[in-house]
C-alpha cells in the first residue's frame, strides 16, 4: 500500500478535482456490469421485456460498445445506449423512457459515497479551493450532480464536468482540456485524484495537472477476480463482490490498515462465510440441536454462524465454544501408556522431534532430570525416526520412577477434560456437531471418544477440508472444500491453503494449556494472545472487515434457500494472494508463523527478504530457506530488492524447469516442451514483478471520517472468554 499525505497549501494550487465512480462514490453491487443485470430483473418483474435479466445484461452492454464504436473519440450518452438497443425492439417510446429511467432509478439505489473521501474533500474546500468533479460516463450529468449531494458531497459552488456532456473524455485528455479552458487554470494550478492509471494520472499529467492515484475504492483484484464468477459459477458473484468492498471500507475508513481490511474482507470474508453457511444449512437438514466450535479456529466461525443462523433459519441450534487444544487433548490418547499411545505419541506428539530431550519435554518432563537416570543411554545410539521415539515413550512408561509420574499426570489431563466435556453439555444425549478448520480428523476422533465414553450421542465432524490418512475416522464428518479421505469436493486444492485458512482464522486469544478451577466450573487457563503475525490493531480491522462482510451477506439468504457453490473461485483467491502478492500483503502474511509442535509456541515466519546468502544456498544445494508451503517463496521475492529478486527469480525458475523436463523426459513433444517454457516465462515474470497499490491518499491535518457507512452489528451469545474484543 502506498500513503501520500498531499500539502494542500502549496503555492499555486487553486483547484482540486476528483474522479467519481470508485474514488469518491461506489455501487454496492460490485461491478458496473451487475447493475445491468438488476435492471434486467425489475424490468422482468414490471412485464416490460420478454427476456431474462442474463440476456439483458448481454444485450445492454453489447449496445454500449456498439454506439462508442459509431462514435470514435467521442462520448456516449444513456439516451444514445438504449435508442442502440431498440433497434432490436422497436419498442414505444413510452416504454424506452420506462426502461432508463429504470437503470437511473438502480444507479441511485446502489450508490454509496466511499468512506474517507468526504473527509478529504470537506479539507480541500476549508483550505480555500475549488472543487471539481471530472468523469468518463454515459450518464446524464444532472443525475450525477443529484447523486453527489444526496450522498453530501457536492457544495454550490462546485463544478462537474462529465464526458457524456462535453463529448470528450479523460482517457483521451480531452475532458481534461475543457476543464482547464473552462476554469481559466493552467495545468500547474490543479490537483486531480481518481483510481485509472491511464485516465486519472497519466492522462492528466500530459496536461501538467498534479495527480494522484486513489485505488481504495475501486474494486481489488480479489473482488475482481470474485465478480468475474459470475458468469461460470455462481449468478450473485459480483454482488459479492460488491459486498466485499463495502465491508472492507466500512472496516477501514482511515486507511490505516488497508491490507487487514483487504484480506478480511475480500479473502476471508467470502470464503470463511460460505463455510459457515454450509455449515448451519447442513446442521440444520441434519436436525442437530447444538454445535461445538473448537478452539482457536472456531473461534472466527462461531461468530460468522451468529451472524448468518437467523438468515438461514438455524437460530434454534445452540451454538457454544469449546476450549482445547492438542495439548489439552492428547493425554486422552496417551494414558493406557501402551503400543497404541506409544505410536500415537511418535506420530502425532513428538513428530517434530529431532531429539530425546524434545521428546520429553513433549511429555512434561525436563531433560536435566531425566539424564540423571540410566534411560538416555538406550536412547543415543538410535536413529530419529517414529519407532525410536516410540520407544522412548514406552521406556519412560515401563520405568517404576517415571512411568508413575507419567501415569498420574496423563490422568489428571484426561479427567479434567472429561469434565469439562460434562460441564459443557457434551455428554447428554443431545445431536450436536463440532466445528473446525479440519484436515486429517485425528484430534476431532480423541475428542469424540471422550464425549462418548461420557455418555454423549456420536457428534458430527464438520471440516472446511480433510486429508487423507491410513485410518478411516471413527465420526462421521462432513467435509466442504475437499475431502481426500472418501473422494469427494475439489480434487485439487493448492498446498498453501490451510497455512493461508489458518491465518485467516486467527483467534482473538491464546492457546488452551489446561483448566482450572472457577467459581465451581471449570475454564481454561490460556498463554498470551498468540497474534500469529498480526498485530492487535490490524487483526480487529480484518476482524470488523470479515463480520461486515458476513452482515451484507445474511440480508440476502433464505431459510429454504442452498449455499451457492463458490469453491473453485475461492481455491483461486487464495492462490491470487500466494502467488501474486503484493508488496504491503507480503510483510504482512511473512510475519505470521508456523505451528509444528503441539506443545511449543509458533516461531517460524513464513517468509524474510532473500540475502545473496540464499542465493549461494540455492545454487549450490538446490534449496530455499524452507520448504513450501512452510516457506512463502513468492512472499519472499516481494520483500527483496530488485537484484535479488530477479537472481533468485531465475535461478528458482530455471531449477522448476530442469525439474519439469526431467519429469517429462520420455516422449517430450514440441507442443509440451513450449507449452513448459511459456508457463516458465509467465512464473518468472510474476515472480520478479513488484506490486504495490495505492489505496488511500491524505491530505495534511485531514482528520479520519466516522460513520460514513454503517453496517449493523451481529447479534451476541456469550462470547468466548478473555477473547480481545473488536468493535
Known amino acids: 500500500m502506498i500513503q501520500r499525505c498531499v500539502n494542500l497549501e502549496a503555492p499555486g494550487i487553486k483547484l482540486v478535482s476528483f474522479d467519481v465512480f470508485d474514488t469518491v462514490i461506489a455501487r454496492h453491487c460490485g461491478a458496473p456490469e451487475t447493475i445491468f443485470r438488476i435492471v434486467g430483473e425489475k424490468l422482468r418483474a414490471q412485464n416490460l421485456l420478454p427476456i431474462g435479466p442474463r440476456a439483458f445484461e448481454r444485450m445492454r452492454i453489447e449496445a454500449e460498445r456498439c454506439g462508442r464504436q459509431h462514435r470514435g473519440a467521442g462520448e456516449i450518452t444513456l439516451p444514445e445506449i438504449y435508442t442502440e438497443l431498440n433497434r432490436l425492439w422497436f419498442l414505444p417510446e413510452t416504454t424506452l423512457a420506462q426502461m432508463l429511467n429504470c437503470e437511473l432509478e438502480t444507479e441511485r439505489e446502489n450508490l454509496f459515497a466511499i ?22 460516463m454515459y450518464l446524464p450529468e444532472d443525475f450525477i450532480c443529484s447523486v453527489l449531494a444526496g450522498l453530501d458531497l457536492w457544495r454550490e459552488g462546485d463544478r462537474l464536468y462529465v464526458s457524456s456532456r462535453w463529448r470528450a473524455s479523460k482517457a483521451d485528455g ?19 485524484f481518481g483510481d485509472s492509471l491511464h485516465a486519472d494520472v497519466l ?40 459486498y466485499s468492498r463495502r465491508a472492507r471500507l466500512a472496516a477501514d475508513e482511515t486507511g490505516d490498515h488497508s491490507v487487514a481490511a483487504r484480506l478480511g474482507a475480500s479473502l476471508a470474508g467470502p470464503m470463511l462465510t460460505a463455510y459457515a453457511e454450509w455449515v448451519l444449512r447442513a446442521a440444520r437438514k441434519r436436525k442437530l440441536q447444538q454445535l461445538y466450535f473448537l478452539a482457536r479456529d472456531g473461534e472466527a466461525l462461531l461468530r460468522l454462524c ?18 482445547g487444544s492438542r495439548e489439552v487433548w492428547s493425554p486422552a490418547a496417551l494414558v493406557n501408556m501402551d503400543e497404541t499411545a506409544g505410536a500415537f505419541f511418535a506420530t502425532q506428539i513428538a513428530y517434530t522431534a529431532s531429539t530425546w530431550e524434545h521428546c520429553v519435554e513433549y511429555l512434561g518432563f525436563t531433560a536435566a532430570d531425566i539424564k540423571r537416570t540410566a534411560l538416555p543411554v538406550n536412547w543415543m545410539a538410535k536413529g530419529r525416526t517414529s519407532d525410536w521415539k516410540k520407544q522412548i515413550f514406552l521406556d519412560l512408561a515401563a520405568d517404576s520412577v517415571w512411568g508413575p509420574r507419567l501415569q498420574q499426570r496423563l490422568a489428571a489431563k484426561a479427567v479434567l477434560l472429561a469434565r469439562y466435556v460434562r460441564e459443557q453439555g457434551l455428554a447428554d444425549q443431545v445431536p450436536c456437531g463440532l466445528v473446525d478448520c479440519g484436515w486429517s480428523g485425528t484430534w476431532t476422533d480423541i475428542l469424540g471418544d471422550v ?9 458430527l465432524v464438520f471440516f472446511i477440508g480433510r486429508r487423507k490418512r491410513s485410518a478411516p475416522p471413527r465420526y462421521e ?108 500483503e507480503a510483510q504482512f502474511l511473512a510475519r505470521h508463523t508456523i505451528g509444528l509442535s503441539p506443545t511449543r509456541a509458533n516461531t517460524k515466519t513464513l517468509a524474510r527478504p532473500y540475502g545473496w546468502n540464499d542465493a549461494l544456498r540455492l545454487a549450490a544445494r538446490g534449496q530455499l530457506p524452507g520448504y513450501p508451503p512452510f516457506w512463502w ?61 495505492n489505496d488511500f491518499c491524505r491530505f495534511q491535518g485531514a482528520q479520519p471520517e466516522r460513520g460514513a457507512e454503517t453496517i449493523p452489528p451481529p447479534p451476541t451469545v456469550a462470547p468466548p472468554t478473555t477473547t480481545v474484543a473488536y468493535d
Open 306 to 323: 451468529e451472524v448468518l443462523a437467523p438468515a438461514v433459519g438455524a437460530e434454534g441450534i445452540e451454538l457454544k465454544y469449546f476450549y
Open 203 to 242: 492522462s492528466a499529467r500530459t496536461h501538467g495537472i498534479r495527480a494522484r492515484q486513489i485505488t481504495r475504492g475501486a474494486l481489488n483484484r480479489f473482488e475482481t477476480a470474485l465478480g468475474q464468477a459470475e458468469a461460470t459459477t455462481f449468478e450473485q458473484a459480483g454482488t459479492l463482490a460488491g
Open 633 to 693: 517463496h513468492a512472499g519472499a521475492q516481494a520483500l527483496s530488492g530488485s537484484a535479488i529478486r530477479m537472481t533468485l527469480g531465475i535461478m528458482w525458475e530455471l531449477r522448476e524447469l530442469l525439474r519439469a523436463l526431467r519429469d517429462h523426459r520420455a516422449g517430450l513433444e514440441a507442443r509440451r516442451l513450449t507449452q513448459l517454457l511459456s508457463q516458465s516465462a509467465k512464473h518468472l515474470q510474476r515472480g520478479c514483478a513488484r506490486r504495490e497499490e
Open 451 to 459: 464425549i462418548t465414553a461420557e455418555g454423549g450421542m456420536k457428534p
Open 174 to 192: 480531452g475532458l481534461f482540456r475543457i476543464v482547464l479552458e473552462q476554469e481559466q487554470l493552467g495545468g500547474e494550478a490543479v490537483i486531480h
Open 477 to 584: 464428518t462432513l467435509a466442504w472444500m475437499f475431502d481426500h479421505q472418501t473422494g469427494g469436493g475439489l480434487k485439487h486444492v493448492p498446498d498453501c491453503f490451510h497455512v493461508v485458512a489458518e491465518f485467516l482464522l486467527t483467534a482473538g486469544h491464546g492457546r488452551t494449556t489446561g483448566f482450572e478451577e472457577g467459581e465451581g466450573r471449570l475454564r481454561p487457563k490460556l498463554e498470551a494472545v498468540d497474534w500469529q503475525g498480526f498485530n492487535p490493531d490490524a487483526w480487529r480491522v480484518f476482524r470488523n472487515a470479515l463480520l461486515n462482510f458476513a452482515r451484507l451477506y445474511a440480508g440476502q439468504l433464505h431459510p429454504d434457500g442452498e449455499a451457492a457453490d463458490l469453491r473453485i473461485v475461492l481455491t483461486e483467491l487464495v492462490v491470487l494472494l500466494w502467488e501474486q502478492p503484493t508488496v504491503a
Open 115 to 136: 468512506p474517507g473521501m468526504r473527509t478529504l474533500i470537506q479539507r480541500a474546500r476549508r483550505s480555500g479551493k475549488r472543487i471539481a468533479f471530472i468523469s468518463d
